[in-house]
């Protein structure tokens, strides 16, 4: 008799949004908040590539909604954007999981472009002017930081038994 598989691991796929909240948060100095990376943004997109039928746009949703209390943005701003990235990512997950690291990381690097383009037009629309092109360089900072976090999560996920 085969023995249905559970899903486990859920208190550590949450624990990782957590410290990804906590790291969007973490004081810093001036000139480096210009590169702070998009750690909810990574997080959420390799979960979506890694448990699919776990982690989606529900979860973008609420992570988003926790993104725009924790920075003072228009609510809904960053739901809006993490959902499309969510969505988006679960129409790829299977051609992406299997490129190189290099490029998966331009794929990450496409999905963050509409993500921070989202947060752009939002901001536009409220009234909120950021047109320095030093508002992409987050994109940049999450893209090279890819490869590494890709790792990292991925020996997490492994260690701990983390499945769909």
Known sequence: M???IRPRGGIIIILTFVAALLL???PMPEWLVLLRPEWVA???IYWCMALPQRVG???G???GLLLDTLRGAVLG???LALVVVAYLTHRVHQQVRVYPRWQQALSVMALLLLYQLLLLWVSGITGINNQRWLYWLPTLSSTLLWPWLYLILRDIRRHFGVRG
């Open 24 to 26: 969007t948060i973490l």
């Open 77 to 79: 701003q960053h739901a």
């Open 2 to 4: 085969s023995q249905a």
């Open 42 to 44: 990574l997080v959420l």
């Open 61 to 63: 949703l609420g992570l």
């Open 57 to 59: 746009i529900i979860s």
